[in-house]
């Protein structure tokens, strides 16, 4: 069954820094999706992509965020400048015709 | 805008024990409706979907059945297990323009 990669599965960064979380939708999907969790609370939207443009972003999905779909391929979601309150699970879904998303097994990211 | 409310956790119940999450939504449209399933350590799995009104949703014992007139969505499992210990959440996509709309997850133990 076709399924959403994530990588890397978990990333520690120091504050300040600059991080890429990796994804690699599904090959005939056309919409890709960023969301995140906070630890223990519920699942928050971030950004849609569709057709090479961003399509809808939350209030969450600031300056510091931002979406790329490099080679085809891959779809990334590069966070500037970390902070503490950025610690989180990153989850990474596709859909083709937004009925039916597939999520990735998620990216945790930790902020110290 | 679109929302999801789902009951508060967490529910312990014991091995066979029968089940129910409750899960109303506000939508403006006709949304498709979703549950999915976080296992410890894992991503977000799709248990089951319905994308109509009376449309019943089923996978692993799991049931819910598309309530217009009522705006639920709610999860039933005749008989649960240990392995369905796990956060269920609720969750709608609009067949507008809007992304997943998410409900705060209701965390489950059963207990043998």
């Known amino acids: 069954e076709p399924e959403v990669t994530q990588t890397p599965s978990h990333q520690v960064t120091q504050m300040g820094q600059e991080v890429i979380l990796r994804c690699v939708p599904i090959?005939?999907?056309?919409?890709f999706y960023w969301y995140r969790q906070i630890l223990g609370q519920k699942v928050e939207f971030l950004v849609s992509?569709?057709?090479?443009?961003?399509?809808?972003k939350s209030e969450i999905f600031d300056d510091q965020f931002s979406v790329e779909r490099p080679d085809g391929s891959n779809f990334t979601l590069k966070i500037r400048s970390t902070k503490l309150e950025d610690s989180a699970m990153y989850f990474c879904?596709?859909?083709?015709?937004?009925?039916?998303?597939?999520f990735g097994s998620g990216t945790r990211l930790t902020v110290v | 805008g679109d929302s999801v409310t789902q009951m508060e956790g967490p529910v312990t119940l014991s091995e066979e024990a029968f089940l129910t999450i409750n899960c109303t939504y506000t939508?403006?449209?006709?949304?498709?409706l979703f549950w999915y399933v976080q296992y410890p350590g894992e991503g977000l799995q799709l248990l089951l979907k319905?994308?109509?009104?009376?449309d019943k949703g089923s996978n692993k014992g799991f049931e819910a059945t598309y309530r217009k007139e009522t705006t639920s969505f709610h999860l039933e499992k005749g008989s649960v297990q240990v392995s369905d210990s796990a956060v269920y959440f609720c969750?709608?996509?609009?067949?507008?323009?809007?992304?997943?709309?998410f409900g705060k997850g209701t965390r489950l133990s059963v207990i043998a």
């Open positions: 879904a596709s859909s083709s015709d937004r009925s039916g998303y597939t």
């Open positions: 090959s005939n999907h056309l919409y």
């Open positions: 992509f569709y057709n090479n443009e961003i399509s809808e």
């Open positions: 939508a403006t449209g006709y949304p498709s």
């Open positions: 319905a994308t109509k009104a009376d």
């Open positions: 969750a709608l996509s609009d067949r507008g323009n809007t992304p997943l709309v």
